[in-house]
């Protein structure tokens, strides 16, 4: 059995129209792998930054994994969420990114996408907000049912991964 | 330390960094307090796990900096990576009424690959709920705070807070690690392992 330890934060985000904004993430592995320890979703606070336009979380993540199989490679998704002085919530983006699959430390940017709807929707959401959301989240990491959406690009996240391997030489895999 | 370990049980990492300073654009006279939070299977062997470095001012200058030098020295052993350690940080100054505030609180893992590493940490305070409290708390003297700065390296019960960031630490870190190979940890990114290893091709590996 091999063993893929994930040692790092979710740094923060920019690039979006509007500060305040929390993200949910949640990483998801194929049928082979097995978490150990850690949790394998949560929620950032919200933040509202002073004086720069980059919101940070500084979220940790820390998840110990052990595995059979190589396929099923661990995906980390997001959903960006903007939240007013009235406490509702706005979806700002969806985004993934594949845990990095060499040893070391990687500074990840995710990129990240909101639905648009049809011209009515998008007059409505610029005066009263909301918009038009996934029914089902696994369209934000698998390709399989793409085609019929129409996206456009929001900010990116950035993320912070140290990946430790363990036994992974053992079986002949080189990374 | 035995330096010669043929079947090691644990692996060591040794932390020699400093809190270099910070950059609060709006606040000044600070100082800041630093803990390690680890999980279960850590325990520290050497060194300090916490302390509270001196008041300072900003420079003079064109980039005025907040400088505070403040050591870090510490050695851990762990039987697994999970819970690696984390240094929790938070920064506290005076308001206009001179009572001591808290500016900031930030946490960051530390590095897992031996070396020399910065670390720029942003720093964030709690959100006063409404107004009134906001209001009220700058008259007293008494922001929001967490009652433990080590909820700062944890990501449970994050959801429900809201905080502001407005400043940022500057750490680096010196890491130095013991027995990981040995324990079939590889932490080491693939280029540096193959310049070390075009650089020394007469080492014999025992597997």
Known sequence: MAELHIIGQIVGASGFPRSSLFCKWG???GGAWHLLSGLREG?????????????????????HYATKGLQGWPKLHLQVWHQDSFGRCELFGYGY????????????????????GSWQEQLAQMFVGGGPQLRSP???????????LHTVAMGTVELELGIILRHFDKHGVES | ??????????????????????????????YCKYCFVYGNDWAPTSGLEEGI???ACRGQGTQ???VWNFPLEITFKSTNPFGWPQIAVSVYGPDTFGNDVVRGYGAVHVPLTPGKHVRTVPMFVPESTSRLQKFTSWLMGRRPEFTDPKVV??????EVTRVRSQGTVTISFNIVTKDMKKLGYDATPSEALSAAEARTPSLAHPL
Request: hydrophobic residues 35%.
């Open chain 2, 53 to 55: 470095s001196q008041i």
């Open chain 2, 1 to 30: 330390y035995a330096m010669a370990t043929n079947n090691p049980s644990v692996f060591l990492v040794m932390i020699n960094g400093q809190i270099e300073g910070a950059n609060f654009p709006e606040y000044d006279d600070l």
């Open chain 1, 138 to 148: 696994d369209v934000i990491y698998t390709g399989a049912d793409r085609y019929r």
């Open chain 1, 43 to 63: 929620q950032t606070q919200v933040d509202c930054p002073q004086a720069s336009d980059t919101a940070f979380w500084s979220h940790p993540i820390d998840l």
């Open chain 2, 153 to 158: 390296a944890q990501g449970e019960g994050r």
């Open chain 1, 27 to 29: 990483v998801h592995t």
């Open chain 2, 64 to 66: 005025p900096a907040l």
């Open chain 1, 97 to 116: 990114c594949h845990v990095p699959s060499s040893p070391g430390h990687h500074r990840l940017r995710c990129v990240t996408w909101r639905p648009l």
